[in-house]
């Protein structure tokens, strides 16, 4: 029997309304856009059906500007124009840029920027050309506007890299619901954060970078525990290689630096169809006319295994390296994910399946793995849960609290909770009538507010007055995908509220993480001593208030002798609040507390009185 379907109040019926997430990866030579539709990610192909954008902007004469495939082909004929490899420029400064680069740089506070015919133009600017074509091409293929998207980064990303990465895709008109790591893109795109638990590498070779990542899950969580790799390292290298190998072949080796930079670029892009095709054949051949030199000759994959030896171990180097950083061995490691264009070269995959003693898992095209667990992670931050369930993909690195009364703290959002959330606890008003309270928002591991962090201050006002404790007055903590803290507090009565943004992570490096959890860790016995203590001066005073507050509006109920008792345990109590005995003060708290039993059931019986005074039974 078919079960009728019925839509949560609010939502639209038609499950075609659900909201667009696009995952895009913004790669140093290609990028590409996904989504998931009819519940599968998929990469979302141009008007001719191509998924992969090459990431090369062209300015041209006249302010028009190619992007794409069109601005790759006039790389060679206006190699100052025609922007390739922006990523690298991203967030960096000139001394930072390793990379030789066929167009020209300019140097700028922050970062550099690039001199073209258009202008100087800002490494952002170039990356929103692409981002921009890739949104046009998602609206295209919905037919409607995208409501966010998810955009990777590199692992070793610095802030400046991510920052800059954001600005590009605010310029191009996204709505940017995270960035995350590649590594942690690609294994998602596998499907590995079903598991519980496990360790994984991220192989990533593309075409001008290599990238080494170990993963850990823990409970859906995905946490980087050591990236390594090589800046310079990757596909271009096994051209260059291979272009060279072509030259020496040919005798040609000296005419090597009279090249003209369209020969170089021709002969590039010849050992680079070269080096693909023999990922799908054995040999090849070659034949170009270079500056008026003729070149041919035969490439076959085990002389391609031979010329690019160096380049292939180097990488494996680089993943020893990571595995040591992170104090692993190859047999901790569970699954192995290819990423990138290289690792389709047949002698990539040996050399992987060598190195960990398992295939690796490339049954998802390796271009596109990156981009598809892009997608996955979007389509659910947009609001569209899976059919089984949340992606967890971030944590909060330190808890989050609110300071309450003696300079305690209160814990909200404990450490390693997964983002996006929101967590609320109750407080109340501490004095009989006070109509505001100031809400201090503090980050850390420490009982004592002094030993944490503080992030936030902001005041509700225009509670009504009531006795101390009868205000609820709930606090909500929310972390959104980025990591960005909204703190509220609402009177529930009154529903006053008031609320205040920040941002946790900021300004924290992860050395300070760790020196602020080393300190919790080592100062758990004090920071229990300190908290009993605060806490119990702070029942003291609330004690002593009530009483005094008490005395004051009923105190000719009591016989003089009642009241000589109650003030000599209030001056008891007093005496021992400052004197920093948590027990002692616990302890004559509880005889003021006792010794004003009496006195506060008179007081009871009074207010009855007042109450009932006048009234006829039948009318209560
Ligand atoms: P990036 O992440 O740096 O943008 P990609 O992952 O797109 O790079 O990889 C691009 C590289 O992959 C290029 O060097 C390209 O030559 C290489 N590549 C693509 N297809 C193949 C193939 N079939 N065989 C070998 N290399 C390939
Ligand atoms: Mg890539």
């Keep these: 029997m078919a079960l009728l379907q019925i839509s949560e109040p ?10 667009i997430g696009i995952g895009i990866d913004l790669g140093t030579t290609h990028s590409l856009v996904a989504a998931v539709r009819h519940g599968v990610a998929e990469c979302l192909p141009d008007e001719q059906g191509r998924v992969i954008l090459p990431s090369v902007v062209r300015y041209l004469e006249g302010g028009g500007r190619q992007i794409g495939l069109d601005a790759l082909a006039s790389q060679v004929d206006d190699p100052l124009n025609t922007i390739a490899s922006v990523k690298r420029l991203m967030g960096r400064g000139l001394a930072d840029v390793k990379a030789r680069l066929p167009y020209e740089l300019i140097d700028k506070p922050g970062m550099v920027a690039i001199r073209t015919r258009a202008g100087e133009k800002s490494p952002v600017e170039v990356s929103a050309e692409i981002l921009a074509t890739l949104r046009y091409r998602a609206e295209d293929s919905f037919n409607a506007d995208i409501d966010g998207a998810v955009i990777t980064v590199p692992a070793y990303f610095d802030e400046a890299q991510r920052q800059a990465t954001k600005d590009a895709a605010q310029l191009a008109g996204l709505n940017v619901l995270r960035l995350i790591n590649e590594p942690t893109a690609a294994a998602i795109a ?59 072949q040919s005798g040609t080796a000296a005419a090597t630096a009279s090249l003209s930079a369209s020969a170089r670029a021709q002969l590039h892009r010849q050992a680079r169809q070269a080096k693909e095709a023999l990922s799908s054949q054995d040999s090849v051949a070659l034949d170009l006319v270079l500056d008026g030199h003729r070149l041919s000759a035969r490439l076959d994959r085990a002389l391609l295994a031979q010329v690019t030896e160096a380049l292939t171990s180097r990488t494996l180097s680089a993943v020893r390296r990571a595995l040591r950083d992170a104090q692993l061995g190859k047999d901790d490691i569970q699954g192995v994910v290819m990423v990138g264009g290289s690792t389709r ?28 667990g892009a997608a996955l992670s979007a389509h659910q931050l947009v609001g569209n849960r899976g059919a089984d369930d949340i992606l967890l993909l971030d944590v909060i690195p330190l808890s989050l609290g609110i300071e309450t009364m003696g300079g305690l703290v209160e814990r909200i959002v404990p450490r390693n909770q997964t983002i996006p959330t929101a967590m609320a606890q109750d407080f109340t008003t501490y004095k009989d009538g006070q109509t505001a309270l100031a809400l201090h928002v503090v980050q850390g591991e420490r009982d004592l507010v002094a030993d944490c962090r503080s992030l936030a201050r902001f005041e509700l006002r225009g509670i009504p ?5 009868a205000a609820r007055i709930r606090v909500t903590f929310t972390v ?54 605060a806490e119990a001066q702070v029942d003291a005073d609330r004690m002593m208030l009530a009483t005094q507050s008490a005395l004051e509006l009923d105190g000719d109920l009591l016989s003089p002798e009642e009241r000589l008792r109650i003030d000599t345990l209030l001056n008891e109590l007093r005496q021992v ?44």
């Design 10 to 19: 609010g939502q639209a019926p038609d499950p075609h309304q659900r909201r």
């Design 465 to 469: 007055p009531m006795a101390a404790g």
């Design 190 to 248: 596998y499907g590995l954060d079903h598991q519980s638990e496990g360790l994984f590498a991220v192989y990533d070779l593309g075409g001008g970078t290599f990238d080494i990542s170990i993963l850990r899950l823990t409970r859906g969580v995905f946490e980087v525990v050591a990236t390594g790799g090589d800046s310079a390292l990757g596909g271009d290298d096994y051209d260059r290689a291979i272009a060279d190998w072509l030259l020496a």
């Design 480 to 533: 959104d995908a980025d990591g960005l803290l909204t703190v509220s507090a609402r009177e529930q009565v009154s529903g006053v509220e008031a609320q205040i943004d920040v941002k946790p992570s900021y300004g924290l490096a992860d050395e300070d993480i760790a020196r602020m959890l080393q300190e919790s860790f080592s100062t758990a016995q004090q920071d229990m001593q300190a908290r009993a203590l």
């Design 345 to 372: 070269m047949p002698v990539v995959q040996e050399a992987v399946r060598a190195f960990f003693g398992r295939d690796p898992l490339t049954n998802l095209n390796p271009d596109e793995v990156v981009a598809l």
């Design 577 to 620: 609040r400052p004197a920093g005995d948590a027990a002692a003060i616990e302890a004559a708290t509880k005889s003021l507390a006792h010794g004003t039993e009496a006195f506060a059931a008179m007081r009871m019986n009074k207010g009855i009185q007042q109450a009932l005074a006048g009234k006829n039974i039948a009318t209560i």
